[in-house]
């Protein structure tokens, strides 16, 4: 059973265009929400992330948008590069608990 | 540069063979994981390590053991190698709970085809 739910799959974008990947979690104990990048051949890479005391994170052209009632959060990425390309991963985390989401791959066309 | 290194990229064994995965981080992080990708699973944690010598299953642990002698070094068994354990092997390290948000640092992986 997935504690951590990613859509969608798979996800197309033209380049400038804003990219939106949306997850759900279950466990209200869950207190950190990263979002990890993986490039094909490398490990996955800590994005950016958020504590569920704020609602919004915004780092450059990534913004994590956060809602506790709905037990719900959201990776935008604005103006969308094609170097942008590549699978994210939205995970939850309580203590050294951490679940991942099935991962959404991005690809960017210029 | 903080690093977590993996002994092989890619590992070609065959169905019976007892297979080691080994993984180095040089960060003195206290906790360390070993999980597998899938593509529509994402990353599942195998076995996780917050102490030498110590280690907690994690969601998929049959067929897998693990080893932790040194601080730094975290191992993955494969002790009778069978072919749905063909995947991306992934190693990740973490500071001890409550240290800035748990980042975890993850290995470049290692892909494991057992035929």
């Known amino acids: 059973q997935q504690q951590v739910k990613q859509s969608p799959q798979s996800l197309i974008v033209q380049k400038g265009g804003i990219s939106i990947i949306n997850c759900a979690y279950e466990n209200t104990a869950f207190d950190y929400f990263p979002w990890y990048q993986q490039f094909p051949g490398k490990g996955p890479a800590l994005l950016i992330a958020?504590?569920?005391?704020?609602s919004e994170k915004k780092e450059g052209r990534f913004t994590i948008s956060f809602n506790k009632s709905a037990k719900q959060f959201s990776l935008h990425i604005m103006d969308s590069q094609p170097g942008d390309s590549a699978t994210y991963f939205c995970a939850a985390s309580f203590t050294n608990d951490m679940r991942f989401g099935a991962g959404t791959r991005l690809t960017v066309k210029p | 540069d903080v690093k977590v290194t993996q002994s092989s990229r890619y590992l070609v064994k065959r169905t019976g063979e007892k297979v080691f995965l080994e993984c180095v981080q040089d960060?003195?992080?206290?906790?360390m994981f070993w999980y597998r990708q899938d593509p529509g699973l994402g990353l599942r944690l195998i076995y996780f390590s917050y102490d030498v010598k110590m280690k907690e299953k994690g969601d998929i642990p049959e067929g897998y053991s693990v080893s932790r002698e040194k601080k730094e070094r975290f191992s993955l068994i494969l002790e009778s190698a069978s072919t749905n354990q063909t995947s991306m092997y992934l190693c990740?390290?973490?500071?001890?709970?409550?240290?800035?948000?748990?980042?975890?640092?993850f290995g470049p992986g290692t892909r494991l085809t057992v035929l």
């Open positions: 958020i504590r569920p005391d704020v």
């Open positions: 990740a390290s973490s500071r001890l709970q409550g240290a800035r948000y748990n980042e975890q640092f």
């Open positions: 960060m003195d992080h206290e906790n």
